[in-house]
């Protein structure tokens, strides 16, 4: 059973910084894409950033300059660094990763349970 398990959300005031961790755990063959997408009240789920196994890095325009998303495939990881966070960066932030459990052929798109990130005055 693969397993997408997130860490790093919290409190924060603006212009603050936090970093998001992701671990992907379980019967692995292989991860496409990683990456973090955000739900605020209200609101569509929407992209944050995802990093693909070759490297192709993909922001939305809302967070560009400010946050950094890396990934160590060795480790099945993926991080987020927010910086210069705005109060409408609030929301849940959950980890995405599209892979191939090991013995299968077909990849699907996995979640993870999600974090809370405030950023507040």
């Known amino acids: 059973q693969v397993q997408l398990v997130e860490s790093g959300g919290g409190l924060v005031q603006p212009g603050g910084s936090l970093t998001l961790s992701c671990v992907a755990s379980?019967?692995?063959?292989?991860?496409?894409?990683m990456g973090w997408y955000r739900q605020a009240p209200g609101k569509m789920r929407e992209l944050v950033a995802t990093v693909a196994n070759n490297g192709y890095i993909d922001h939305s325009d809302s967070v560009k300059g400010r946050f950094t998303i890396s990934r160590d495939n060795a480790k099945n990881t993926v991080s987020l660094q927010m910086h210069s966070l705005k109060p409408g960066d609030t929301a849940v932030y959950y980890c995405?990763?599209?892979?191939?459990?090991?013995?299968?052929?077909?990849?699907?798109?996995?979640w993870g349970q999600g974090t809370q990130v405030t950023v507040f005055s």
């Open positions: 379980g019967s692995i063959f292989n991860i496409y894409t």
């Open positions: 995405y990763a599209d892979l191939i459990e090991g013995g299968s052929v077909q990849n699907y798109g996995y």
